[in-house]
C-alpha cells in the first residue's frame, strides 16, 4: 500500500475554484491508479472521479463532468482534483485512492489505500 495525504481544501464561494493535492509516498507512484471520492454529511462516499496510472485515462462522476480536472505528476508522487465552478452540492470531504493496477477505477472497493481527507465547504 501507499501513503497518502491530501491537502487543499478550504471555504470557496459559489462558483469559485480550488485545487485539492494527493502526495503519495511508500511505493512507486507511477504505478498506482487514482481516484477522489467524497462524503457530504449524511450521505455515503461518492466517486468523484479517476485517472489510470499512465494518464491516458480518466471517468468523471456526471455531477462533475466538465467542472473538475484530474491530473497528476509521477515526479512529485501527486495526484491533483482542479476544481471549477463549484456548487454548495461540492460541499463535503474528499478523499485520494490508489491502488497499483492498470485498470481505471471507479468504485469505492476497488481501492487499497485511502487519504485522511480533506474538507471543501462551498458557501452559497
Known amino acids: 500500500q501507499v501513503q497518502l495525504v491530501e491537502s487543499g481544501g478550504g471555504l470557496v464561494q459559489a462558483g469559485g475554484s480550488l485545487r485539492l493535492s494527493c502526495v503519495a509516498s511508500?511505493?512507486?507512484?507511477?504505478?498506482?491508479?487514482m481516484g477522489w471520492f467524497r462524503q457530504a454529511p449524511g450521505k455515503e462516499r461518492e466517486f468523484v472521479g479517476a485517472m489510470s496510472r499512465s494518464g491516458s485515462r480518466t471517468n468523471y462522476a456526471d455531477s462533475v463532468k466538465g467542472r473538475f480536472t484530474i491530473s497528476r505528476d509521477n515526479a512529485k508522487n501527486t495526484v491533483y482534483l482542479q476544481m471549477n465552478s463549484l456548487k454548495p452540492e461540492d460541499t463535503a470531504v474528499y478523499y485520494c485512492a490508489a491502488r497499483d493496477t492498470p485498470l481505471l477505477l471507479t468504485t469505492g472497493g476497488g481501492y487499497d489505500s485511502w487519504g485522511q481527507g480533506t474538507q471543501v465547504t462551498v458557501s452559497s
Open positions: 511508500g511505493r512507486t507512484f507511477s504505478n498506482y491508479a
